[in-house]
C-alpha cells in the first residue's frame, strides 16, 4: 500500500474515534447540565410520623470503624442463646432507629440477635450527608460488619437483610461471591431498580430523580470519569419540618452504591435461602410484581401481605410472623455443597409466645 494512502487511512481513522469520542461526551454533559429533577407530589405517599413512633426504647449506639477509619453507629438487640444473627439494613432517606421494634420482637423470642447499623452517610454514622467517598463504599461497610459479626460470635450464623433501599445493597452483597457464610436473605419490600417493574412510576412520588443527570454520569462512569459523582441526582419527599435526623438528598454515588446495577442478575446469584416479603398496601412498589421478578430463584419465597403498606413490613406483627418463621426454618449449621432452599411457607411458626402484643395496634400508640 502507498505509504500516503496509509496515512490518510490512519487520519480518517482517528479522525473518526475522535469524533465519536466528542458526540459521546456531548451527549454525556448535556444530558448532566440539561437534567431536571422530577416534580415532587404535595404528599408524601409515606407517614412519616411512624418512623418516630417506631424510634423507642432504643438501646445504646455502639460504634465499628470501617476499613477507611469512619465510625459507623449501630444498635444491637441481644438474644443470648439465639443460632443467628441478623444484619439488617435500613431504607432510603432513614437511618435504623424505625427497626426497633423488629430487633425487640426477634430478639426477645429467642430467634436471632438483631443488628441495625445507621449506613454511612445516614443518621449517626460518620461521612457526609446523602455522600460516599466511591460507588461501592456502603458494600465494602456492609462487610466490614459482616466480618466483625462473625469474629465476635463464631458459633452464630448470620443472616443478611434489607428493607426498601436497603434491601436492594443487601441483595448486591448476597450475590457477589465469597460470602457463601450467609445462613440466608432476608427482602422486606426491597427497592430493585427505577425502572424494574417492581417500582411504581415516580416510585410512588416517594422519589424525585434527576434522569438527565444520572444519565450523564453513567455515561461518564463508562469511561472512567468519576469527578463529578458527588453530584445530587436524587431528592427524597421528606417536608423541611420532618428532615431532623434524616437523609434527604443523595449523590449519584450514593445511589450506585445503594441500588443494585443488575437486579436480574443478582437474583440469579443468589446461593441461599431468601424470604422476599411485601404488601399490596405498599404505596411505592408493587407487590404484585414479585413473584414474578424472583420467580427464577428457587431459593426465594416470594410472600405478598394483603394491605400491608411500606413500613408495615418492618414492624407489623403478621411481618414478624413470616420473618420469625422463615428465620426459625434455617438449618443451625452450615450448608453442604447443594443450596438450600427457602424454608416454606409456615416451616418452624413463630413462637407463640414472641413479644408482639406489646406492639398493640400501632407503634407508640
Known amino acids: 500500500m502507498h505509504p500516503d494512502l496509509t496515512q490518510t487511512l490512519l487520519l480518517t481513522a482517528g479522525l473518526s474515534v475522535l469524533g465519536t469520542v466528542v458526540v459521546y461526551l456531548g451527549i454525556a454533559f448535556a444530558s448532566l447540565l440539561l437534567g431536571t429533577p422530577a416534580a415532587v407530589p404535595p404528599v408524601s405517599p409515606l407517614d412519616l410520623t411512624e418512623f418516630r413512633r417506631l424510634a423507642v426504647d432504643l438501646p445504646p449506639e455502639e460504634t465499628l470503624l470501617a476499613r477507611d477509619g469512619t465510625a459507623l453507629r449501630y444498635r444491637r438487640y441481644p438474644s443470648p442463646g439465639a443460632p443467628l444473627t441478623l444484619l439488617l439494613l435500613h431504607g432510603s432517606g432513614g437511618q435504623s432507629s424505625y427497626l426497633a421494634a423488629l430487633g425487640r420482637a426477634l430478639s426477645g423470642a429467642g430467634v436471632a440477635e438483631v443488628v441495625t447499623p445507621d449506613l454511612r452517610g445516614h443518621g449517626h454514622s460518620g461521612g457526609r450527608s446523602g455522600d460516599v467517598s466511591h460507588a461501592g463504599q456502603l458494600e465494602e461497610d456492609v462487610r466490614d460488619f459482616l466480618g466483625d459479626l462473625r469474629s465476635r460470635s463464631p458459633g452464630r450464623r448470620v443472616v443478611l437483610g434489607g428493607h426498601s433501599l436497603g434491601g436492594g445493597l443487601a441483595l448486591t452483597v448476597a450475590a457477589r461471591p465469597g460470602d457463601g ?36 454520569l453513567t455515561m461518564l462512569d463508562a469511561v472512567g470519569l468519576h469527578a463529578l459523582e458527588d453530584l445530587e441526582v436524587l431528592r427524597f419527599n421528606i417536608p423541611p419540618e420532618r428532615r431532623e435526623g434524616a437523609t434527604p438528598v443523595y449523590s449519584f454515588r450514593m445511589y450506585r452504591s445503594l441500588a443494585p446495577r443488575a ?13 422476599v416479603l411485601v404488601g399490596t398496601g405498599d404505596a411505592i412498589f408493587d407487590a404484585r410484581r414479585y413473584p414474578a421478578a424472583f420467580a427464577a430463584q428457587p431459593r426465594a419465597r416470594v410472600e405478598v401481605l394483603e394491605g400491608m403498606d411500606h413500613l408495615g413490613v418492618a414492624w407489623r406483627p403478621e411481618a414478624l410472623a413470616a420473618l420469625g418463621g422463615f428465620l426459625g426454618g434455617l438449618s443451625p449449621v452450615a450448608p453442604e455443597a447443594a443450596p438450600e432452599a427457602a424454608p416454606a411457607a409456615g416451616a418452624a411458626p413463630f413462637p407463640a409466645d414472641a413479644p408482639l402484643a406489646a406492639l398493640g395496634s400501632g407503634p407508640g400508640r
Open 181 to 216: 457464610g450467609l445462613a440466608g436473605l432476608v427482602l422486606l419490600a426491597p427497592f430493585l431498580a427505577h425502572d424494574a417493574p417492581t417500582t411504581r412510576p415516580g416510585s410512588g412520588g416517594w422519589a424525585s430523580p434527576n434522569l438527565g443527570r444520572m444519565t450523564g
Open 263 to 275: 437486579w436480574r442478575e443478582a437474583v440469579a446469584a443468589l446461593r441461599v435461602p431468601t424470604l
